[in-house]
């Protein structure tokens, strides 16, 4: 059993509505509290620099790219990465408390339940929607496909399950969660054109939506989250029927300027 201080980053842009509840529900958790700022126009910098935390700034290259920065500039070995619109329960606190005096593992994962326009969900495919996110920095760097990112923690690199739940307190508004759905279906597009990916217009454009709201709503028992459940199962639809959709328009055009 090892003691370990710990460094917890949170990339921010714009986010002075989440910034101080994320920070803190971990400032007397943490060695370090490391924020990555990509020059916020709000006041994201002013609440942070008032918190007495580390503050750096740097351009935003994609989500992968800055979290990997982020992890360049921590302090420790173990890190604890959150995103601003997070923050940590009292048992999972405790939890990770207890990682510090006691570190058996390389990596931790823990469930995250999302609050959505004020609505805990607790189906849908979103719960429980488990998170590796506590992990020595040695073991594991982000990687995955922007704007979805994730841990990769190395062959053979230990993991445990800690109990408490991360609070995501995702979009305030259905509104805010169409325009992010079309914010991120850009960025995944752009990303699947770079990596020359093919689209069906059939199988992804038509039925992966249909499937997706489907799986969710009925096979995921989302109906039982209400109305908000089925927002929530329409708007997952929707956001595959936008990425296909772009990519399939973007190989066409991309096709007819060499035509």
Not at 6 to 25: A, D, G, P, Q
Not at 210 to 226: A, P, S
């Amino acid at each position: 059993m090892t003691a370990v201080q710990l460094s917890v980053t949170i990339i921010t842009y714009n986010e002075e509505k989440n910034i101080e509840r994320c920070i803190n529900s971990v400032k007397e958790l943490a060695d370090e509290v490391l924020v990555v700022d990509s020059y916020s126009t709000d006041k994201t910098k002013e609440i942070c620099q008032g918190l007495g935390i580390r503050f750096i700034e740097h351009t935003f290259e994609g989500h992968i790219q800055q979290k990997n920065y982020a992890l360049d500039q921590a302090e420790h070995e173990y890190i604890l990465a959150l995103d601003a619109d997070e923050a940590l329960t009292p048992e999972l606190f405790r939890s990770i408390q207890q990682v510090k005096q006691h570190c058996n593992y390389d990596a931790y994962r823990f469930n995250r339940l999302t609050s959505y326009c004020g609505k805990w969900i607790k189906h849908c495919g979103w719960y429980p929607d488990t998170k590796l996110r506590l992990w020595n920095r040695q073991k594991g760097r982000w990687g995955g496909e922007n704007p979805h990112d994730s841990v990769k923690m190395i062959a053979g690199s230990s993991t445990h399950h800690l109990n408490g739940d991360l609070l995501h307190y995702s979009f305030p508004s259905v509104e805010d969660h169409a325009r992010t759905a079309n914010r991120f279906s850009e960025i995944a597009s752009d990303e699947a054109i770079r990596k020359d990916r093919r689209v069906n217009i059939l199988v992804h454009v038509i039925l992966n939506p249909l499937f997706t709201f489907v799986k969710k709503y009925f096979f995921q028992l989302g109906f039982l989250d209400g109305y908000y459940g089925f927002v929530v199962c329409v708007l997952s639809g929707y956001s595959n029927f936008l990425k296909y959709s772009k990519i399939y328009s973007k190989r066409r055009k991309a096709s007819s300027l060499l035509t």
